[in-house]
């Protein structure tokens, strides 16, 4: 576990000339995750920003091995690889990751991410979730939260966020995570912790989209930070069916310590419609899902 | 509840999207349900109809994957509401096996496929006429489709209309071929009033009282007939309503007995091809060298027929506003008095291939292909000129 940013190993694997979003917050936590994986990695992606972000031959900006799959068969393209590795005697040495976005895992990935998990393949499922189909244009997800804008819930989504970790959790997989990438080093951590587990291990990572959330290019980090600090996004680790509230996430646990969640509603013209209403409906929300971390603590 | 005032468009001139026109299209022709999810290029049709739809009284829902929004499509088309989705070339592949449901079933519905370059993931912005066969024969068994190539976002608002009269009144999976560089154009559509659009338009018939002989519709001698769908809900709904070659009361047949239900079902289309196929003849009276093409291919080969037209060559062009049903006789007296026969395709040359089965043997036919972008006029034309030159 590393505790300061100079722990960060030095050498890049994501190196510049990616052809994401400015300010795109998965880029930075992609940057840190494969730094965590290591270079002994293949990493297979459906249709998302992540493969636009790899670019164009020959103008390739990654050092891992990436193979891109169609959307619905992130995990099930992971489990061919695993179990090829494994046929092959390389699967001591080479750690195998899908990294989907979140349409790609809770809405058309989740059969495959599901039967991957039941049969407890050896692999890591890493979920980046910017709440939207941002690569098509923001459309809603399973994960747009509620009264969000999108281009398909013009009025904002009427339903909350689909629980994703939770649903891993019911698969008994031996570890489960949620980061943030305002928090790289907890992103890096988090991953490297990731790989010493064997079987299904599943991290879900908030990754702030500017053009989607509406907010300016240089408040990724601080709308990311946000989300953690009023307990709307709550960082934790499940080992083995027992949770672990993580450190950034700890203070939170105590209402009065929790920032009102308008504070980050009101920074993102995603949220620009919503009234009074909304905003104690979305409070309450939070307070019942911390009610529920504080249970299964 | 239907809002009839907001279903249609005001009347007049304007510039529309190609997608959004598509999505008008449906509007004007009924639609009541819109199951989709997204994918480049096709995503302005949802993104249009997200509002335009509910607040005529339709319903929309945004699926979580395309097997979810085709079978949400079929599902609201037997409970009686003319329903669509949108989508491209992948997204059509995951639909094919209820696509290919569909048809057995004789559920109409209509599938808007912006097509995109492929095969894979492909460039999904750049246009590509290649699911010119998907969208037939991607399901498995026989069974027809009918398929729209619209040239223009005109066409794409008036053929759409046509694309859901089709389904209901032949009831089979229909298609409207757009590509990603028509959808994405904007063009000057002229929108009917709501009084012409509602005479143009089929309404869903429903079996008012039980029929069992008008309800065979699995049993059809002679002159084809086909009943209109049942619809969930009302009297006369089967027993059972299933994808397996059936009898009039709605139970599975034998093998000894399957021949009949699925002849009827490519014949019911195979049959009234002169009926559903729609072409367009332009300047082929006196034609040596003819063109045949579709979608916006068609729109590049009216400039070169006039171009070379100029230079004296009597080229001209055969379109197919339609591509399935293939009007396989029409192409065969068309491509009968010509020297030569051009097919520029927005693809490798896929229709070249039906065209090749009508002309005669010796008659030579030239391939254009073009990929993820659309012809420039001199390309053709100069394929007519080498044409006309080796066979004066």
């Known amino acids: 576990m590393i505790t300061r940013p100079d722990d960060l190993p030095e050498e890049e694997l994501l190196l510049s000339g990616t052809r994401s979003c400015a300010g795109c917050s998965m880029s930075l936590m992609y940057r840190t995750a494969i730094k965590a994986l290591g270079k002994n990695t293949i990493i297979t992606v459906p249709a998302s920003c992540l493969t636009v972000l790899h670019g164009l031959y020959h103008k390739q900006s990654v050092l891992v091995n990436v193979i891109h799959t169609t959307f619905e068969t992130t995990a099930a393209s992971a489990s061919g690889i695993v179990a090829a590795l494994e046929a092959l005697g390389l699967d001591e040495k080479i750690t195998v990751v899908g990294f989907a976005g979140d349409g790609g895992t809770s809405d058309i990935g989740i059969q495959g991410l599901s039967g991957a998990a039941e049969r407890n393949t050896n692999f890591i499922y890493a979920c980046y979730d910017n709440e939207m189909y941002s690569n098509t244009g923001t459309q809603r997800s399973g994960q747009t939260p509620y009264m969000a804008y999108t281009t398909t819930t013009p009025h904002g989504k009427l339903e909350h966020k689909k629980n994703i970790p939770m649903i891993m959790l019911a698969h008994n997989i031996p570890y489960i995570a949620t980061t943030c990438a305002s928090y790289p080093l907890d992103v890096f951590n988090k991953f490297t912790r990731a790989k010493q587990f064997k079987g299904t291990r599943y991290i879900h990572v908030l990754a702030p989209c500017p053009p989607g959330w509406g907010y300016p290019t240089h408040e990724s980090i601080e709308i990311g930070k946000l989300a953690v600090r009023t307990g709307i996004f709550p960082l934790y680790e499940i080992i083995d069916g027992k949770m672990f509230l993580s450190k950034e996430s700890e203070p939170y646990l105590d209402p009065r310590k929790r920032l009102p969640v308008a504070d980050y509603l009101k920074k993102q013209g995603r949220f620009k419609h919503i009234t009074q209403q909304h905003i104690d409906t979305y409070q309450e929300y939070v307070n019942g899902q911390w009610d529920f971390i504080s249970k299964m603590l | 509840m239907e809002n009839e005032s907001k279903r249609y468009m005001a009347p007049g001139k304007h510039v529309l999207m190609g997608n959004v026109a598509m999505a008008e299209g449906a509007m004007a022709a009924g639609l009541t349900f819109f199951g989709g999810y997204p994918i480049t290029p096709s995503t302005e049709v949802p993104e249009h109809l997200v509002w335009r739809l509910p607040e005529a009284g339709g319903a929309f829902i945004q699926m979580e994957d395309e097997l979810a929004a085709i079978n949400s499509v079929a599902g609201a088309s037997v409970a009686g509401a003319k329903a669509m989705t949108a989508t491209s070339g992948p997204g059509t592949s995951l639909m094919a096996e209820t696509i290919s449901m569909a048809a057995a079933m004789e559920i109409p519905l209509v599938i808007c496929d912006v097509q995109r370059n492929g095969p894979g993931t492909g460039l999904v912005t750049a246009p590509h006429h290649n699911d010119v066969f998907q969208c ?16 223009s ?17 032949y009831r089979c999976p229909t298609y409207v071929l757009s590509d990603a560089y028509l959808g994405h154009l904007h063009e000057p559509v002229v929108i009917p009033t709501a009084e012409e659009v509602k005479k143009l338009v089929v309404a869903r018939a429903i079996l008012d009282k039980p029929n069992q002989e008008k309800f065979t519709f699995l049993d059809r001698e002679g002159n084809i007939q086909i009943p209109p769908a049942p619809v969930l809900g009302t009297p ?12 009039p009361d709605g139970i599975p047949v034998n093998e000894d007995q399957v021949l009949k239900p699925n002849t009827l079902l490519v014949e019911k289309i195979t049959k009234n091809v002169e009926k559903i196929a729609r072409t367009e003849a332009y300047m082929l009276d006196d034609a040596e060298v003819v063109i045949i093409a579709y979608g916006l291919t068609a729109r590049v080969c009216y400039h070169v027929v006039n171009l070379a037209r100029k230079e004296g060559l009597k080229a001209g062009l055969f379109r197919l506003v339609t591509i399935w049903p293939f009007p396989y006789e029409r192409v065969k007296s068309v491509v009968a008095g010509a020297k030569a026969i051009v097919v520029p395709e927005m693809n490798l040359g896929l229709m070249a291939g039906e065209v090749e089965r009508c002309k005669p043997l010796a008659m030579p036919m030239y391939k254009v292909p073009k990929i993820a972008d659309i012809h420039e006029p001199g390309e053709i034309l100069a394929v007519v000129r080498k044409a006309k030159e080796a066979h004066p």
């Open chain 2, 136 to 151: 037939k024969y991607s399901g498995n068994g026989e069974y027809e489709v009918i398929a729209y190539a619209p040239m």
């Open chain 2, 153 to 169: 976002c005109q066409e794409l608002y008036d053929l759409t209309i046509e694309a859901f009269n089709a389904a209901e009144t």
């Open chain 2, 236 to 247: 006369n709904f089967p027993t059972t309503f299933i994808s397996q070659p059936h009898g």
